[in-house]
């Protein structure tokens, strides 16, 4: 579940092996290869490869920044044992390579050209590679939070100047406290890691054979440090690793050649470079345009964030944000929240299980009749809040402490209340990031925003009247995929500029805040920022009786 997810169904189990990636166009939908991989001399185009949580989509785009083909295969996410969340690298590379070779063969059948590949990826994920070369252990995602005493642990000591240093809040979704509790909890696997890295710096090797991390990537593993673009010493001592077990760093545009017999898999021309291109979450933000001064991008998927672009390193003293690298002179600054779609997902399957079945009846999404079934109550949920922290939390805490909540519930409240205090409180869990950014002195002017949730009419109201600012939606949907292809088109000198490719980026349609529904969510702001603080023992007490309180349901 990545950063900018645009789904916010729960995950669907695939074996990217046995299907076939879904095509935008189902004139090419035969599986057969028909070219040399060439593709001859027709139009140019650039592959962005977006590797996510649950599936990997890949698109070509021309200059232009028009998007002619889209390719998609999926995978599961594992969760093995209570707050573990594991993937199975195998599968992914096949989900990449049935995705990269669809969409290749579509470009051909058009008369295009692959001139080059970028590469975006989720971020935080690790790995132990074996001397072999070969995975030793799953993919731990993000989502995973077993190293959540580690991290509390670092955090009460040098966590936050690891942090300040990092720009990665030390939270069990990072590599740094994950890599402590295999050290701590699997030394076995300590002791045979060759190499720890992420699944794109896997993906990278596989079809170049060099051990290789860009900087955007590498700043979200807590273990780098901004300003000098290497690794950070101490982070790697609480890591209890060696420089010589990560990947080399290098800039986003750094060029890999692919070898010979991968190109001629993929269908590629043996000459296409392979662009390293950058993380997820700041590849979002060049995606949907959002990298001038004071312009946002928030999206809401199965999880969300919301960040802004800006031209020099650093987190805010509170230690509210993260700061990952977009390029070497452009960085990342937001939040990120955990619980995004999932959130949706879960009052559907707990509380309107019956709408799902309405839906069908009536040929709608399940998705569109919970969000109906919200517009019914009014704007502040009759004084119900929830705190949306089903899967823990991320920003403004960074702490898996918390827990979900529903507060001020009444008897007069019933499930359309309750469906929308839901939703309202993923948006204002948004806009205390927003608060956050702007408190550290970040201009904020304008708000663009992607992500499942923009199907919806009635969330996309509610984003824009919980922030209280007009909410801009792009024409497309790619996101990170085409942040990592305009990557590509600057390495190669396709276009002159991430800023210039960016501003290419069209706006399908804008939000403006109702004032009144604005209103009533500004006071309820303070409000929900109040309510974490008070329940934090509680949350506390509640995860020390974890063991002692039984989950299954009876017959």
Request: hydrophobic share 45%; charged share 25%.
């Amino acid at each position: 579940m990545r950063d900018d997810d645009p789904r916010t169904a729960a995950p669907r189990s695939a074996d990217p092996r046995t299907a076939a990636p879904r095509s935008a166009d189902p004139r090419t939908a035969d599986p057969r290869s028909d070219e040399d991989g060439t593709g001859g001399a027709g139009e140019q185009v650039v592959l962005g490869v977006d590797l996510g949580t649950t599936a990997t989509k890949v698109a070509a785009f021309t200059a232009a920044g028009d998007a002619v083909v889209e390719s998609e295969a999926e995978y599961s996410l594992d969760e093995p044992e209570p707050g573990w969340a594991e993937q199975d690298p195998a599968a992914i590379l096949a989900a990449a390579r049935e995705a990269v070779r669809s969409a290749a063969r579509q470009v051909r059948r058009r008369g295009g050209r692959v001139v080059g590949i970028g590469v975006s990826g989720a971020m935080h994920s690790l790995i132990a590679v074996g001397s072999d070369d070969e995975p030793l252990t799953p993919v731990v995602t993000w989502a995973d939070r077993r190293a959540t005493p580690q991290a509390e642990r670092i955090r009460s000591g040098p966590g936050p100047e690891v942090h300040r240093r990092t720009g990665t809040p030390v939270h069990p979704m990072s590599p740094l406290p994950k890599l402590a509790w295999f050290a701590e909890e699997r030394p076995e696997v300590a002791a045979a890691a060759a190499h720890w890295v992420g699944i794109k710096e896997l993906l990278l090797h596989a079809w170049s054979g060099e051990w290789v991390v860009d900087h955007s990537m590498a700043s979200g593993n807590g273990l780098l440090d901004l300003h000098a673009l290497d690794w950070d010493a101490e982070a790697l001592e609480l890591a209890g690793i060696t420089r010589a077990q990560l990947p080399r760093p290098v800039p986003v545009t750094h060029r890999l050649a692919l070898r010979p017999e991968v190109a001629d898999d993929l269908g590629l021309g043996r000459d296409v470079p392979l662009v390293v291109g950058g993380g997820d979450g700041p590849l979002a933000n060049l995606g949907v345009g959002a990298v001038r001064p004071g312009v946002a991008s928030v999206s809401i998927g199965t999880s969300g964030a919301l960040r802004v672009v800006v031209d020099r390193p650093g987190v805010d003293p509170a230690g509210r944000t993260f700061c990952y690298a977009l390029t070497d002179d452009l960085w990342a600054v937001g939040g990120a929240i955990t619980n995004g779609g999932v959130v949706l997902r879960w009052v559907g399957d707990a509380l309107a299980p019956d709408m799902e079945v309405l839906a069908d009846e009536l040929g709608d999404e399940p998705e569109e009749s919970l969000t109906d079934l919200a517009s019914l109550a009014p704007p502040g949920s009759g004084g119900l809040l929830m705190l949306p922290y089903l899967l823990s939390e991320r920003a403004p805490y960074w702490t898996a402490l918390p827990r979900g909540a529903y507060i001020g519930l009444q008897r007069h409240h019933r499930r359309e209340h309750l469906v929308r205090a839901a939703l309202e409180g993923v948006c204002q869990q948004l806009a205390l990031v927003l608060a956050s950014l702007r408190e550290a002195g970040h201009e904020v002017t304008e708000v663009r925003a992607t992500g499942g949730f923009a199907r919806s009419a009635v969330w996309r109201q509610m984003l824009a009247d919980v922030l209280g600012m007009d909410v801009s939606f792009p024409s497309g949907t790619q996101g990170s995929g085409y942040g990592a292809a305009v990557i590509a088109m600057t390495a190669l000198g396709m276009v002159p500029s991430v800023e210039v490719a960016a501003d290419r980026v069209e706006v399908s349609h804008v939000v403006r805040p109702d004032p009144a529904a604005s209103a009533i969510y500004a006071k309820l702001l303070p409000v929900h920022a109040g309510v974490y603080d008070a329940l934090e023992g509680v949350f506390r007490s509640l995860r020390d009786l974890d063991d002692d309180l039984p989950l299954e349901i009876g017959d």
